[in-house]
């Protein structure tokens, strides 16, 4: 699936933390309303100086890069739609060593391509694994589609019950 006209992939920068801190909260509220506390979602907006400048320590020090995906026609903040991020397996008990780290578009990006496109460049064709919110049906069938299958691994966290999913590479 192509990316749709005027979207383009790139990796994140240090500059991008403002814009990227604000995509991220918005990609939080879109997938994430009515399937977590409410107050999970609201707290996170409570220290938006400390977000910014985490995102910004992330991308100069991380190994790791963020791809984003930009849209010329957005009028959201750096023009940012989608952002993924995969890097070494944090579990030592899976028999993978890439895990998908965050993968979110906006809402208004569901179906457009965007979120393949973002997967490919950051995981493509290799064995990865990666934990998903419970309830998320919309990111399970997105995953299932691309090989992941649950594993039975479960994680009970703040903001809900997380389900690790496994692909073997293809």
Do not use: K
Not at 101 to 126: N, P
Not at 150 to 162: F, I, N, S, V
């Amino acid at each position: 699936m192509a990316l749709p006209d005027g979207v383009t992939l790139r990796p994140a920068t240090p500059d991008d933390a403002e814009a990227l801190t604000h995509l991220h909260l918005a990609v939080w509220d879109d997938a994430y309303t009515g399937l977590m506390p409410p107050g999970v979602l609201e707290s996170r907006r409570s220290d938006l100086d400390r977000r910014v400048e985490r995102w910004r320590e992330i991308l100069t020090d991380a190994e790791e890069t963020t791809w984003l995906a930009v849209d010329a026609s957005s009028s959201e903040p750096g023009g940012l739609v989608g952002f993924a991020t995969a890097g070494p397996a944090r579990d030592n008990d899976v028999d993978v060593s890439l895990e998908l780290w965050a993968l979110y578009v906006r809402a208004s990006a569901y179906g457009t391509g965007v979120g393949f496109a973002l997967f490919e460049q950051v995981v493509g064709d290799r064995a990865a694994y990666l934990w998903v919110l419970a309830g998320n049906e919309r990111a399970i069938g997105f995953y299932e589609r691309q090989g992941f299958r649950l594993d039975g691994t479960e994680d009970e966290l703040d903001d809900g019950r997380h389900l690790r999913m496994v692909r073997a590479g293809v």
